[in-house]
């Protein structure tokens, strides 16, 4: 590609004070210098804009609007999507950042004409930015893999972290922008699978974004909220497809329930790991006990040992530690 490509990136924010600055700075550290960061401030009420407007580059582009809230998250999204000139566009949330080199490793991805959509691994950290953990962990499967492979994993998992994407304004803009069905607290997923019935996924196998966890994260508060609709999006996306396709991937409508069930089952053990660290013991064998209702065996045992510590009044996380997981001691 030319080496003075513009690439649009899209930051939404609220009530970021605490991180907006290292998101932006994130973004002033790139090797590759020709962007513009269009930061959409959904109506903070904290020192956000005073944060913002201390920086002073030209490629900054600052929009306060009235709080519309999440539920509206797409018309904020698409709000950055016209104000944009370049011919790529990149997501960076206000809360999360980037490494220095995520631009310029990652253009090369659209050499090709018919790739759409790029994106690669990211690391999670806490709200201080420790890095914790980084996902996929088996990333080499997504390598030279069919159109057709990536959809049908696509629909049981959404793999694709917002902040290592980088895609196409064109694609995007021959699909209607960012979507948000009804219910979605995102613009995300739904927007991926749309794109993917467009071209090409290029997978980058390096640490793209940092997706930092904190307390007052949307994800984090509405976490099994979000995975129903997840399903529920996943859902009607793959019931809208033409038989063909239905049979080319090798998906059925049980199948997508069937794993729909064991994602759920994960979900609930993590949440009761939480509120085992939170000392609510009988919340928690609630939820272990849904994780236990049709989940695989592996997850079952986990659930039953979660059981098993909320009696004893302990948490879980010594667990983790012996068996390397991220604790959840640092996810706040």
């Known amino acids: 590609m030319k080496n003075d490509i513009l690439v649009s990136i899209i930051t939404p924010t609220y009530n970021h004070e605490k991180f907006i600055g290292h998101c932006i700075e994130s973004v002033l550290a790139q090797t590759y210098p020709h962007w513009e960061q269009i930061i959409i401030d959904d109506g903070s009420t904290d020192r956000t804009k ?26 904020t999204y698409n709000k950055a999507l016209d104000i944009s000139q370049g011919s790529l566009i990149a997501v960076l949330e206000g809360d999360d950042f980037w490494p220095p ?12 004409p018919d790739v759409v959509l790029s994106w690669g691994k990211f690391a999670h950290t806490n709200k201080n930015g420790k890095i914790l953990d980084t996902n996929p962990k088996d990333f080499r ?15 049981l998992q959404n793999f694709i972290t917002a902040c290592t994407v980088m895609c196409r304004k064109e694609a995007l803009l021959s699909i209607g ?29 390096e640490v793209l974004g940092y997706y930092r966890r904190h307390e007052g994260q949307i994800s984090f508060i509405w976490m099994m909220e979000m995975e129903k609709v997840y399903h529920q999006c996943a859902m009607s996306f793959f019931q809208r497809l033409p038989e063909t396709t239905k049979t080319r991937i090798g998906l059925s409508t049980q ?62 996380e010594w667990i983790a530690f012996l068996m390397g997981i991220p604790q959840l001691y640092d996810l706040g």
């Open 177 to 205: 922008g960012f979507h948000q069905p009804s219910q979605a607290l995102y613009v995300d997923y739904p927007t991926w699978l749309e794109l993917s019935l467009v071209g090409e996924f290029k997978p980058v196998n």
């Open 50 to 75: 005073e944060i913002v407007t201390q920086y002073n580059d030209d490629r900054i582009k600052y929009v306060k609007q009235d709080n519309i809230g999440i539920w509206r998250l797409h018309e």
């Open 101 to 112: 080199d995520k631009l310029e490793r990652q253009l090369p991805a659209f050499d090709k």
């Open 141 to 155: 499967w997504f390598e030279h893999r069919s159109r057709d492979e990536v959809l049908r994993k696509l629909l």
């Open 255 to 316: 199948k997508l329930n069937d794993e729909y069930r064991y994602i759920t089952a994960d979900m609930y053990f993590y949440s009761g790991r939480r509120k085992l660290v939170g000392r609510q013991w009988s919340e928690a064998r609630n939820d272990f006990g849904q994780a236990m209702h049709q989940s695989t065996p592996f997850i079952q045992a986990k659930a039953f040992a979660g059981i098993v510590c909320s009696y004893m009044k302990l948490d879980m």
